[in-house]
């Protein structure tokens, strides 16, 4: 079995006798399949690995809040309003969850944030994208979210505990979110306007690449892969996870009645999978780096949530200590 990547910073991987003895511990652990504590020893890559993962996943659901909270004043009905509020209120759970199992590792969250807000940390690349009209509120819940499922089911197991634990609720509720998205779209289908049926297609076809793209670049081109499956913080490659993804999409989108916006998808008897076309990795690394449709934005929007509420903060904190100093 294999560890850590070599100090020289190459790909290779130690094998279990090139290990020094605490190294081999902390494998043998994993490969039994025992959860890693907080409180137990662990490689330093294996805790900056799991900080900038974890760091990333809540960002992109505090993040990912902004594109639905564009339509909650807007969402054609009371119903609907409340279905997306209390949405939105999931994923702020979920950035809870994670800033805190992020913590366990002793990492600082005001810390992480301010990597956020100047550019050295990131998030998923699909919430740089903006949402133009309601379809996209099930748009991004049915393909957005079904997404995330795909990739989060599998953390379940991830070899940190914390990280694990705080992955059960999540999935749960992302899989409704998901669900309820779909309704959306399947109600605009069968019971909307040909303006309505029009939109959702038009949704579909500007999100399903970028819903693509969100399981990371090929694995040949993903050099963290390798070792992140070694610990078993990951436990599939990303061209695994895409796949597994479109399987379980493409016939949910026939019964849509809706399209791909792909020429080259279809379904393979031989294999039981579907091929799809060529991803434009240039786009995703450009949206990466900083430069996609919406990037500033979300990052401005978090900076001024971050100065605008500095008063409850504070307040919070006084009002802390104030009754701790009644208590005394």
């Known amino acids: 079995m294999y560890a850590q990547l070599v ?3 190459s790909n290779k991987l130690k094998t279990l006798d090139e290990m020094s003895p605490e190294e081999r511990q902390f494998q043998e652990r994993i490969n039994d399949e025992i959860k890693i504590e907080p409180k137990n020893w662990m490689p330093d890559a294996y805790r900056k690995t799991l900080i900038r993962q974890i760091s990333q996943h809540a960002h992109s659901e505090i993040v990912g809040m902004l594109p639905e909270g564009n339509w909650l004043t807007r969402a054609p009905t009371l119903k609907r309003k409340l279905q997306l509020m209390a949405k939105i209120q999931d994923e702020a759970g979920h950035g809870l ?6 913590e366990t590792l002793g990492a600082d969250r005001d810390e992480e944030i301010d990597k956020l807000h100047d550019g050295r940390a990131k998030y998923s690349s699909i919430f740089n994208y903006p949402t133009l009209n309601w379809a996209d509120m099930g748009t991004v819940g049915w393909l957005v979210d079904g997404a995330a499922i795909v990739n989060q089911v599998p953390l379940q197991r991830t070899s940190y505990g914390p990280y694990a634990r705080a992955m059960i609720r999540v999935c749960k509720e992302e899989s409704f979110h998901q669900r309820q998205g779909y309704q959306i779209l399947l109600t605009m289908m069968q019971e909307g306007t040909d303006d309505q ?22 694995d040949e081109n993903s050099p963290n892969s390798a070792q992140s499956m070694a610990w078993k913080i990951k436990r599939h490659s990303n061209d695994e996870l895409r796949q597994r993804f479109l399987d379980q999409t493409v016939p949910q989108l026939e019964l849509l009645g809706c399209t791909a916006p792909d020429p080259d998808l279809k379904y393979n008897q031989e294999t039981g999978h579907y091929e799809f076309g060529e991803i434009d990795w240039q786009e995703f690394f450009d949206v990466v780096k900083g430069n996609g449709p919406c990037n500033r934005e ?29 208590a005394a």
């Open 298 to 326: 979300r990052v401005e929007a978090r900076r001024n949530a971050i100065d605008n509420g500095a008063w409850v903060r504070e307040a919070a904190v006084a009002h802390a200590a104030k009754r701790q100093h009644r």
């Open 197 to 218: 049926k029009a939109m959702v297609q038009d949704s579909i076809n500007r999100f399903w690449w970028p819903a693509l793209m969100m399981f990371g670049p090929s």
């Open 97 to 102: 969850y994670l800033y805190s199992a992020m």
């Open 7 to 9: 100090e020289t910073g």
